[in-house]
């Protein structure tokens, strides 16, 4: 039973990585699901301290996950407008069925919403949606940070108790 409780938590941790990238899967939930499954084996004993940390930066990284890429387009000048695109055009860049379209969908969201709000000022427009696909990359890179930091303590602990596992 332990050697499953490893793989699956192996594959989670694996998963979480990916979904750094892909708005799909949820990344460091995954990841983190990995790191209690590991837990869960009877080989390991338990680190509440390493758990509640996870725990911790995954909740925070959640939040911000969505907080972000709205904060960008702030930050570049857009509007309420921009903002409120910025995260509609995620949900609709997540449900179509096009390439990249999490990425697309938030520039898009945000130019349109700030088309709609100042119908003159393309540049300003254009200005807002960068900011909001500058957000996105940093979103993602903070995601992808978090979930190589639970790959490595999993390997860690893995690699710390390998004779209890066998």
């Not at 699901?33 to 590991?38: E, K, R, S, T």
């Given at each position: 039973m332990d050697i499953l409780l490893l793989s699956?938590?192996?594959l989670f941790v694996i998963l979480g990585i990916l979904g750094s990238f892909l708005p799909l899967l949820p990344g460091p939930s995954l990841s983190f699901?990995?790191?209690?499954?590991?837990y869960c084996t009877?080989?390991?004993p338990v680190n509440y301290w390493i758990l509640s940390i996870s725990l911790g930066l995954t909740l925070l990284l959640t939040i911000l996950d969505y907080v972000i890429p709205a904060k960008g387009t702030k930050k570049f000048g857009g509007s309420t407008y921009g903002i409120w695109g910025t995260n509609i055009g995620l949900v609709i860049g997540l449900l179509t069925p096009i390439p990249f379209g999490f990425i697309i969908g938030p520039f898009l969201g945000a130019f349109i919403g700030e088309m709609l709000y100042d119908n003159k000022d393309h540049q300003r427009a254009l200005k807002a949606a960068t900011g909001s696909f500058i957000g996105?990359?940093?979103s993602s890179f903070l995601k992808f940070i978090v979930c190589s930091v639970h790959l490595g303590v999993f390997v860690w602990i893995v690699w710390q108790h390998k004779a209890n596992l066998l």
């Open positions: 699956v938590g192996f699901i990995g790191l209690l499954l590991l009877d080989a390991i996105f990359l940093a």
